[in-house]
């Protein structure tokens, strides 16, 4: 399953989120998978996309940033998924 990951810096934190970034990785338990990222020009936001099988993984990845950022965690599907999921409403 994939998932879109909005993650809100908290004011003043992105130097601090990008630093233990550096030192100690993602942190993500196996089975969270990072696929990309996009970061706004202002260091405010992150854009992930990831995947697991289970959104539960996600409190343990969270818990290790929640001094840092505050998360927006929404499950998605490709274009593709979705033109196939709504066809037969057409």
Do not use: K
């Amino acid at each position: 399953m994939l998932f879109m990951v909005i993650e809100h810096f908290r004011p003043g934190q992105a130097p601090e989120v990008y630093r233990r970034f550096r030192d100690r990785g993602r942190m993500a338990p196996d089975g969270l998978r990072y696929i990309s990222s996009w970061v706004d020009l202002n260091f405010e936001r992150c854009f992930q996309v990831m995947e697991a099988d289970s959104e539960a993984l996600f409190r343990e990845w969270t818990a290790n940033w929640d001094d840092l950022i505050d998360f927006e965690i929404v499950p998605v599907r490709t274009s593709a998924e979705a033109a196939a999921a709504i066809t037969q409403e057409l």
